[in-house]
């Protein structure tokens, strides 16, 4: 084999060496979209009926709270099904009507439904 060959057969190698295949791309997580949507039309709704949020976990899926002098928690958790489970909870809450009731027509119209 001539010295142009070997040479020419070591610069293929090499080149095709350095060659891999394509790092993967992050795939979206299924719901994820569906449980940030629910996140951020929870808090807006809870502006909406004028809850002082003190504190907002999106990662805990939690919400806190007052209005009134009355403690408020908001719980989100995604479902296995891609859905999300939503909860009010404010028991030291005197309104009429219910402010658990006024946040979740809120939060309804938040979510376009």
Not at 9 to 33: F, K, N
Not at 73 to 92: D, H, R, Y
């Amino acid at each position: 084999m001539s010295r142009a060959s070997l040479l020419a057969l070591t610069a293929v190698l090499v080149w095709t060496a350095c060659a891999s295949e394509p790092e993967p791309q992050p795939q979206p997580v299924p719901g994820a979209a569906k449980y940030d949507r629910a996140f951020d039309a929870a808090l807006a709704a809870a502006g909406d009926v004028g809850i002082e949020v003190r504190t907002a976990d999106r990662a805990a899926g939690r919400i806190l709270g007052a209005k009134a002098g009355a403690e408020v928690t908001i719980w989100l958790q995604w479902q296995p099904n891609g859905s999300t489970k939503v909860e009010f909870s404010a028991p030291g809450s005197t309104e009429t009507p219910k402010l658990g009731d006024k946040w979740l027509a809120a939060y309804q119209r938040r979510m376009g439904r």
